[in-house]
């Protein structure tokens, strides 16, 4: 998903660009297609980002879970 959503808002950024170059009649359709295509790359970064810190603190609270157990064993 988050890959589509990356390769759909690289292509409106590409098209929006070329249809700039190309001197398009109408100026903020091309505009319109690169901000679009920007806010979905980053949306899918944003995304990305939260899945790896979700993974992060997964490993976090495992890692202190163990160690816990580790230091009532000990004791």
């Known amino acids: 998903m988050l890959t589509t959503t990356a390769l759909g808002g690289l292509a409106a950024l590409f098209i929006g660009g070329a249809?700039?170059?190309?001197?398009?009649?109408a100026l903020f359709v091309p505009v319109l297609g690169m901000v679009a295509g920007v806010a979905a790359v980053a949306t899918a970064n944003h995304e990305r980002l939260k899945l790896r810190i979700g993974a992060l603190e997964q490993r976090i609270s495992q890692a202190e879970w163990r160690d816990g157990v580790n230091r009532e064993d000990s004791a």
């Open 19 to 25: 249809l700039l170059l190309a001197d398009a009649p």
